[in-house]
């Protein structure tokens, strides 16, 4: 069983840990009015917080009290977290302060000198907060109250975005949210609830709950980047009464306005769900939000109006755009030309572009490369690749967007193509970046080309880059596909000389490969060197690397491994 924290406090400075609070209510939703028929009613009252329902004790923990009694019969593992619905969460084993002997332990478990606790159980040894943690004085049974404290160290920021994540789990499954928030005792703050939500950015009424949690709190003043977020979250989920309901409570009290952008995702969102009158409307009354009408609110809603086919408003629009003052950027041409081509009319996208070019407003890109663009947007990808012949038969040089999309697309079917056309461009100029070569690498890795792949890698070397481990390990894996060990192994020593260190994804391909062709010695080897570097290897590789060198006779080497994965997981 892993041991988790149940008790944590998320405030970065030192302080006093806050009172619990109860929680407020999910506020009933109101039949509203329109969105924005006319100015923003700021008479809404916001509903009053209702009384904590349940009184936490300071030694309690979270997790509802129905999840953490006993059963009465034996159940399965996998069961027992459904015992209070499909979406409750398991019990949370909780760390506390063995009386033994004073170090860190499960519940149930005494760790001092192996002797069996009352139930008969063999202790278990944990030094499972070694590791650079605080700890405060003791608490009430025992109990530890650990401090996360974003530090430049990487487990002080393990175990913050291990709180955020555990926090994330529990708005998302849990039922009663509220009350097991509340047992958790956290320090709220604006960040600590915008990476909740923004982990949460699929499940809208949990997002609300945990939001209207969290506004219950005295300590805790929404930002406005908390309240864009849920708003977006609220408005890609198409619940638009209780956006306009949030928007209003927040506004009245809290005095934040939607940015430029948040409002922009709201004009898109309608118009993704096909809403496009109210798109209009949110536009139009975009004052009303304290929001001028600027260029993401105008390209917002040019791609709404293309989206659901309507050309000549968008047309419209775009004369509006001109005659205001407003000048187009790539993102007003692509959306246009995207789904000028989508619709296959492609005479209409060049005339739209000609047109725009003859009254003196020409695109960032060249109008060919956003046709490119647009037609492998669409699906065309014939007749983009064809396109492209072509201007290289003109001697005109793509832009490296254009070619890396171009390449993308294309390298899933045809590599050799886009070998011969990296080469061509390089020819005439083009000076690829990191995604070329990110994307190209890979690409002919995979199948096959490894001569071509260290051209690449050597090309990428000379332009004055450091390779890094994406770059460098599909090539590792195409060598030990093809069985040259020897040239691999030798490879990945230049690379940990030259390159970028090589991380645990690295390891791990490496290890797995040298186990599938009977090399376990090697793979003994990496897994020394990565513990030695302060890579925790998964699992599987422990298991892979210790039956094969049993099966093959090397019993000593197999029991250090062994050793070595009791040591690295502290159990």
């Not at 009465?72 to 499909?86: E, F, L, T």
């Not at 090539?475 to 030990?480: G, S």
């Not at 290890?511 to 062709?517: D, E, L, Q």
């Not at 570097?533 to 090397?554: A, E, H, Q, W, Y």
């Amino acid at each position: 069983m892993a041991a988790r924290l149940a008790i944590v406090r998320g405030s970065v400075g030192k302080g006093k840990l806050g009172s619990v609070l109860g929680f407020n209510r999910l506020i009933q939703t109101v039949p509203q009015s329109p969105p924005l028929s006319g100015s923003i009613d700021f008479g809404v009252q916001s509903p009053q917080p209702v009384l904590p329902e349940f009184s936490s004790p300071s030694f309690s923990f979270g997790g509802s009290m129905e999840l953490m009694a006993v059963p009465k019969r034996k159940v399965s593992p996998h069961k027992r977290g459904i015992r209070n619905g499909p979406k409750a969460l398991k019990p949370i084993p909780v760390i506390v302060l063995c009386k033994g002997c004073g170090r860190v332990r499960l519940p149930h478990f005494f760790c001092c000198g192996g002797k069996p606790n009352q139930d008969g159980k063999k202790s278990t040894n944990l030094n499972l907060l070694d590791l650079r943690r605080k700890l405060y004085n003791n608490k009430p049974n025992g109990l530890f109250y650990v401090e996360f404290t974003p530090a430049s160290t990487a487990s002080a920021r393990d175990e913050y975005f291990a709180v955020i994540h555990h926090v994330s789990n529990i708005v998302r499954r849990d039922f009663y949210l509220e009350r097991t928030l509340n047992k958790l005792r956290i320090h709220v703050t604006p960040e600590l609830v915008f990476r909740v939500l923004r982990a949460c950015s699929t499940a809208p009424t949990p997002s609300l709950r945990f939001f209207n949690w969290a506004r219950s709190h005295p300590t805790y003043t929404p930002t406005s980047l908390e309240f864009e977020q849920i708003v977006t979250t609220l408005a890609h989920a198409n619940n638009y009464q209780t956006m306009w309901s949030l928007i209003r409570q927040v506004t009245l009290h809290h005095r934040l306005s939607l940015s430029p952008a948040a409002v922009a995702t709201l004009i898109d969102a309608y118009g993704h769900h096909r809403h496009i009158d109210q798109a209009v409307e949110v536009f139009n009354k975009a004052a009303i939000l304290n929001c001028p009408q600027t260029l993401p609110l105008y390209n917002a809603l040019l791609k709404s109006l293309c989206h659901n086919r309507l050309f000549h408003g968008a047309y419209a629009l775009l004369r509006r755009m001109l005659r205001k003052g407003v000048h187009p950027d790539k993102t007003t041409y692509a959306v246009l030309v995207n789904a000028w081509c989508s619709s296959g009319k492609l005479r209409e996208a060049k005339l739209f572009l000609r047109e725009m070019s003859e009254k003196g407003f020409n695109p960032p890109l060249r109008g060919r490369d956003l046709l490119v663009e647009g037609l492998l947007n669409a699906g065309y990808v014939e007749s983009a690749k064809g396109m492209v012949r072509k201007m290289i038969k003109e001697g005109i040089v793509p832009d490296v967007g254009t070619f890396n999309a171009v390449v993308e697309t294309v390298c899933k079917e045809d590599v050799q193509f886009c070998v011969d056309l990296y080469h061509e461009v390089c020819a005439l100029g083009m000076v690829p970046d990191v995604n070329t070569y990110k994307i190209l690498i890979p690409a002919v890795s995979k199948s096959g080309f490894i001569d071509e792949a260290f051209r690449l890698l050597n090309n990428f070397v000379e332009d004055g880059n450091r390779p890094f481990p994406s770059l460098y390990a599909p090539v590792i894996k195409a060598l030990c596909r093809r069985g040259q060990f020897d040239d691999a192994f030798c490879f990945f020593g230049d690379m940990k000389a030259k390159a970028h260190p090589p991380n645990r994804p690295l390891y791990t391909m490496l290890i797995t490969m040298c186990g599938r062709a009977g090399k376990f010695v090697e793979a003994a080897n990496y897994l020394f060197e990565m513990t030695e570097m302060g890579l925790v290897p998964i699992s599987r590789c422990f298991d892979m690397v210790t039956d094969g060198l049993k099966n093959s006779g090397k019993h000593d080497l197999a029991s250090r491994v062994q050793q070595l994965e009791v040591s690295s997981r502290g159990v």
